[in-house]
């Protein structure tokens, strides 16, 4: 297998949003960078990876108290997981059309579940009341033979 063909197999992270995180971060402390984009506590780690088996966090260390961007488009090639840019470049944007793509047809499949739902609901409706009229009725028939 070729190193363009093993690259092509590797799973690959979930986009999140196409600009960076920007964070406050402090000497002293160690931060864990989420690279599988699965994490509720974006931009940092929160241990979703491990479901994938595949993906691990990346450690960041700071030397000075500062602002810093932090990659959330999830393809930087920066070590540490800083912004580089790359969700401004071919490959970022490419991949950031893929999520709006994937974002819309799940938009699109909700949206259906949700009227075969009211369609179903409305129907529900329909027939009660369609019930209570027969009811009504044959109340107001067996009133009017006595």
Known sequence: MSSSEAEKNQPEPVFVQA?????????????????CGESKNQPFCDG????????????????????????GCKYTHNEQGFCDGTHRKEEGIRKYNEFLLKANSKLKTDLVQAQRKQKTANIVAGLSVALIAVGIAAKYLHLCKK
């Open 19 to 35: 600009k960076p995180y920007k964070v406050d971060l402090e000497p002293g402390k160690d931060y864990y960078w989420c690279s």
């Open 48 to 71: 979703s990876h491990r479901a994938a088996g595949v993906f691990k966090p990346k450690k960041i260390t700071v030397d000075e108290a500062k602002t810093y961007f932090l990659c």
